[in-house]
């Protein structure tokens, strides 16, 4: 059994990180933390939970945290790289679900995220926990990066024609549409349900911290860099995210699109290539850590369509958390993570 | 391993028990049967499936139902008691989710369903599936009638009042609310989403099915007829029940209510009273097969009000029968439901 | 044309006020105050009025307001009370959309809302605007206390019922349900769109502050104090009010339910008895003014269940507001007001 | 006043024009017809219409259809092809806001609409009613051809760069997203509110009856063919359409695109552009005949992205059929389309 903590659990990605972890068969919940909710047990505030866990918010500390085996952070960014270094040194091995450890150039993340990096030399050896095309690094590594939603989405989508070199990367385009719990269980006007239920809108369109975060995982597959428009839209549902890209084939296709996806992840439990001709939905996952893709050419024309669904809190940060831990502590990958997903 | 078969598998019931039972310990979904989409993978329908299941959708025929240990009916009311017989002949247990053995007599029955009764025999042997109220009968009996969903929220939610003659049972008022899957995944106008979502309104009020049944069982705990009033709604969501009862005490109460339930259902893994002054929310049961119940005395009258919530596909339906596959083979009654409620 | 201000012009009443203000063929919008957003324009908050109105949000000051025929106050609990007096010595009319002028006795007032009183003398004269009830006071009135929006619809289901004395009227049940933009449009955690959207639940079963404000009004209509328990509900939707009433007659009916509604509420312009049989849905009045209304006995019993909807947003506040101001300035009391309610 | 009659008045189109006609202070609605609601008031199926309107469904008949001055059509496609030559030949003039019209070459109706079409002469003479860009010839048409919902939306977003050349347009993407009362108000599985709300998915992909009708436009403005990549997607909420639409500049940018957009509907009532780095909601055009629209370049690249909204059923359809309405019979081309969008 692994001695786990959780550091910021009281968001959606906190949530169900606990919700995956109350019911892994490896995993003994030791410490949760969380400054406002300090003493009260984790049940009372997430009621879905009573009867599975009698732990209570703790305040952090890295001296307690390091007892455990490994670490998650559910934290707003800039938290993690504070504490990082210190439990690390104790051994403990961390799982960050917030960005720090994501973008490998400090400058570009100081860019985005409007802060100096903490912690230069821990973001070097910092591993993508994208288990798709970094599965040997996340084995040993003390620090994962656990990838956004929409980079989750949208690199699996572009991953095939990219590795095979099939498309004008210079003119890539996502379409990206989230539900409402990707903007956080803070208190909000806009994601009020009077405000963002009955309503569809794109958002942050002038650039969005997802942006950087994939070109850069884009670009580490391509060998160059590459040229992405990026507009994510607001969905009136809670879980989901549908990913539709746009590409130019940059030459004439050889063989079959739908048997590339096939073969490529024939190996991944956690990706699903649909039958050709059936589109992903969102609810076909949610709850579960799949990702579902289809890729189409639309009238047989030079453009090349992909769709591609995760449940953002799940295979885009929670679910895949836990598939980190597990191939970290060389559990089956799929350990605990055999949730079927909630339909209807 | 049990051989498990289920008759009409299209369904939202259907669905739900699919997704429970291919990720249980002890079962072998060896039929899943559908007249319209026979020959079709079960996976193709519900894409949620694909990865658990290979299994294909097959004619109902009582001849290959018979190789099956136990067989689940989430069909049409009034199909199970034609094919019912045949099947516990040859020695298979039968769990039916519609309501072709719920109500005991067959008269009443024939009112409010519009058909005889085609096996009275079999319905005087069977069960009424209220784990709480019948376990033991459940555990040998050959026929299970699983209870409907308003059913379940609202007997629970009265029993420790009836039991102990509290109230004045001749004036019961039940304030019932279901989200629209409880109307099943027939196409239909009314529960269109343009139709039913960004709607509230009462529904069924000259008389609802679950009426008779809700009577019958609450009048076999108080040993007499007693008086309902009984006024469902339709409520903008997929999942859930709320109700909310109301009765008049019908004597000074003695002690402590909220004790009262506490020690009612202490030793129920499946019935979750919630401390003093915290109310239930329908969220927190979604996907799982709890029930969730608040009793509370507005202003300190003499109106009891009690809050009961439960997800009507689960507790109230496919949840409840997997229980009672479990009493009946004398599993851990929690065994395959140990899902954490699905929130946010 | 009447020169109108709206202090308080950032919430959903007073968005709703603005939305029926602006289309108004007797109004012009003077001034429409906001502490945050003073210098902004209304229509780049409310992206709907734009093209509607080039008004901007000022600071509130009794000055500017003085040159208004009629202010509506659409502002938090206990802000009215502080600048009526001096409007109303300037000869402004006003019409209150919160509550500091609905309860009139004082001390009630401070033990629901938490604070003295601060002018009793105007509260004295107030009105409370239910034309139903109260159409010739308010013709007159100096100021209008506008009904809370559960208040409207559960008043106007009991009244007929009231006004012949043929319930027990001590034991009367409101079971009440909202829609969430009754919460408000404050960032809260409670009615961001992933926790109140597909959930459904009791709340403020302690007591709600509309639980006097209903009481007051019922016991004016029956001359003596009412019993009522009342149990509000928060529903997944934006808009609407359904409330279902339970009450128990207290002699032998004389003559026919359906039809003394019809009579009582014949000449009424918003409130709309259904044909019999017919059960109102809150859809059918989203964005309306009206309250439709049903009344039935369950199975013939002596159980009294009286439905009835509203737009809270409307009938339950600006709408009513709107209607009170028609009265009060003798316009036809349905100008500006012929919205068809939005159906899908 | 106008004569008026609507053949087909029980989907969702026709009780959308049934909304706005009952207010319309020019038109006087004489028929709605329906064969299967025929005798039937239509304020029994649209409870909103109650106290609006008292006019009954007849069976559609072109001898007392003829009786009116215009007579829309809110058909299933293929309905008013064979009705519309007997009654232009009685004076009575025309909208259609099914497809029967909207293609001008009769073999491309036949290969996406799979029948022959049935009064190709009528066809010659029918005028695309889209009045931003036909509002001459509407004004004179007998027959309008109501444009389609995606193709407005879709239009009026790349119109201004069509029309001055600026962008490759051979390959152009409108990735656009609609509101669930597009798919109408019929009785469906794919529609009910416990399949389709809570997801989100692209449909369609092989290609969607709008694509030609987009293409038929855009090429009409650009005098070539153009080449369109067209993906539309379900979302979960009842009204509303926003496209997302992408072009590569072809050129160097000659002065200000935000302007370009500004000029160009600068005399357009009811296309709004909005603020430069403001982005429109779909909520923002509500029951309203508005489009919103929204132009930018990412990162300052040479994507250009356009965003676009409207209700699909005002602007997309019932709304706009009463603006050509209100062109051809020479009212203001406002007049009964002032609704405020309904928000929240």
Redesign the interface.
């Known amino acids: 059994m692994l001695a786990v903590g959780v550091v910021g659990g009281t968001g ?1 990605t906190g ?1 169900e990180l606990l ?1 995956l972890l ?2 892994h068969p490896q995993v003994n919940l030791k410490y949760v933390t969380s400054r406002s909710e300090s003493g009260r047990k984790v049940a009372d505030l ?7 866990t009698d732990v209570c918010f703790t305040e952090p500390a890295a001296s307690t945290l390091a007892e455990c085996d490994v670490v998650f952070f559910a934290t707003p960014n800039g938290t993690a790289m504070k504490m990082v270094p210190e439990l690390i040194e104790n051994g403990v091995r961390v799982i960050d679900l917030a960005a720090d450890f994501r973008l490998q150039d400090a400058a570009v993340w100081k860019q985005w995220y409007g802060m100096d990096h903490a912690c230069t030399d821990v973001l070097a050896e910092a591993v993508y926990g994208l288990p798709e095309i970094n599965r040997a690094a996340i084995q040993t590594a003390r620090v994962v990066a656990n990838p956004g939603c929409y980079p989750t989405a949208t690199t699996l989508g572009f991953l095939p024609l990219i590795e095979n070199a099939l498309i004008d990367d210079q ?1 890539l ?1 996502a ?1 990206v ?1 989230s ?3 990707g ?1 956080g ?5 806009a ?13 942050a ?3 969005h911290r997802h942006l950087p975060e994939i070109r850069q995982t884009l670009a580490g597959v391509a060998s160059h860099e590459v ?1 992405l ?3 994510p ?1 607001l ?6 995210i ?1 990913t ?1 890209l ?1 590409a ?1 084939q940059s030459g004439p296709i050889v063989g079959d699109l739908h048997q590339l996806y096939v073969d490529r992840y024939a190996d991944e439990p956690f990706v ?1 290539v ?1 039958p050709e ?12 850590n ?1 990702c ?1 893709i289809s890729v ?1 050419r ?2 047989g ?1 030079d ?1 090349i ?1 992909v ?1 591609s ?1 995760i449940d953002n809190l799940v295979k885009g940060a929670a679910g895949q958390a836990i598939q980190n831990m597990n191939i970290m502590f060389e559990f089956e990958e799929t350990l605990g993570l ?7």
């Open positions: 959606y949530a919700r109350v019911t997430f009621p879905n939970l009573r009867g599975f003119h385009i379409d549409k539900g409402v719990s903007a269980r803070g208190a909000s006007v994601t009020l349900q009077a405000e963002s239920s009955e309503n569809f809108k794109p958002y369109v002038d650039g040229g428009t990026f507009v839209h969905v009136p549902m809670i879980r989901g549908e539709t746009y130019t699903d649909l001709g059936i589109m992903p939905e969102t609810r076909s996952v949610k709850g579960a799949t579902r189409f639309p009238q024309g453009t369509v769709s669904v055999n949730q079927v997903a909630l339909l209807p």
